[in-house]
């Protein structure tokens, strides 16, 4: 089998183990002096399966819905899928501080900004 | 020969794999555009499953936002209407970056496959999962028959 090869092998060609549909999830982005707040929707995702990871400037949600199948299905117009999306967030987000909350298939993630980041106002003092 | 075959087999894979991404950019093009709910442009109401589970149905529909406050069922026979409304406003004090959640109503009827006993439907809200269990009436129960 000398002959050339159909597809050129490639190291590091993952075979996919997995094929649930992927989805972009919706967001509303807002921000105050303190903190910026993001909405993301994810219906149907449980606490467990949402995964949020900021690292070096990135911030990566990922949340996986899986839904229980029983019965004969009359008719399905949602399934399983996986909501991912990413946001370059600046250098002065406290990592530390960063919290989320999950409310009718909402997701609430506040990214607070440290403290030499926040707007300050300069006195100017009498000469 | 093997080889060959699973080399195939792998271009296949990748095939598929980019039809996967084109049935997306699809999806994903439309979503980058309006900006709203998805299902508030074309059709205005969320989506739903509907599994017959024997001596009962159970209809999951899909309400991100909504607490059950803001939702409505009413069934009758085999008829069932769900509605809702959905409120997104800026918090207080804040700046809006993005907004791509919209503020939506809803009304939908549907037609369930047979009656059921409306006085023992029950309904959960999770998640942004509306989840409705719905008993059959009793002429639409399955029945073993014995033989005599």
């Known amino acids: 089998m000398d002959g050339k090869d159909v597809v050129k092998k490639e190291k590091g060609n993952v075979e996919s183990t997995r094929s649930i549909r992927q989805e972009i999830p919706l967001v509303d982005i807002y921000e105050n002096d303190d903190e910026i707040l993001l909405h993301a929707e994810m219906p149907g995702v449980k606490k467990d399966n949402i995964t949020i990871n900021i690292d070096n400037g990135n911030l990566t949600l990922s949340g996986v819905r899986s839904l229980a199948k029983e019965g004969a299905a009359e008719w399905e117009e949602f399934g399983d899928v996986e909501y991912q999306r990413a946001f370059s967030v600046p250098q002065t987000i406290d990592v530390d501080k960063v919290q989320a909350e999950l409310k009718d298939g909402i997701l609430a993630l506040h990214l607070p900004k440290s403290e030499a980041s926040k707007p300050r106002m300069v006195e100017i003092k009498a000469g | ?148």
Do not use: C
């Not at chain 2, 999806?27 to 900006?35: A, I, K, L, M, W």
């Not at chain 2, 269990?133 to 028959?145: C, D, F, G, V, Y």
């Open chain 2, 1 to 148: 020969m093997i080889a060959r075959i699973s080399d195939l087999d792998r271009m296949f894979d990748a095939m598929g794999l980019l039809r996967g991404r084109l049935d997306n950019v699809f999806n994903e093009f439309d979503r980058s555009v309006t900006y709203g709910p998805h299902w508030s442009a074309a059709s205005n109401y969320p989506q739903t499953n509907l599994f017959d589970k024997g001596d009962h149905f159970e209809l999951a529909a899909k309400i991100p936002g909504m607490s059950k406050e803001d939702v409505e069922v009413k069934i009758q026979g085999n008829y069932l209407e769900i509605s809702g409304t959905r409120n997104v406003t800026a918090p207080e004090g804040y700046r809006v970056h993005r907004n791509e959640l919209g503020s939506a109503s809803f009304t939908r009827s549907l037609t369930l496959p047979a009656e059921v006993a409306s006085n023992k439907v029950s309904a959960t809200l999770k998640d942004g999962i509306l989840v409705l269990t719905m008993p059959k009436s009793e002429a639409a129960k399955p029945r073993q028959i014995s033989i005599k």
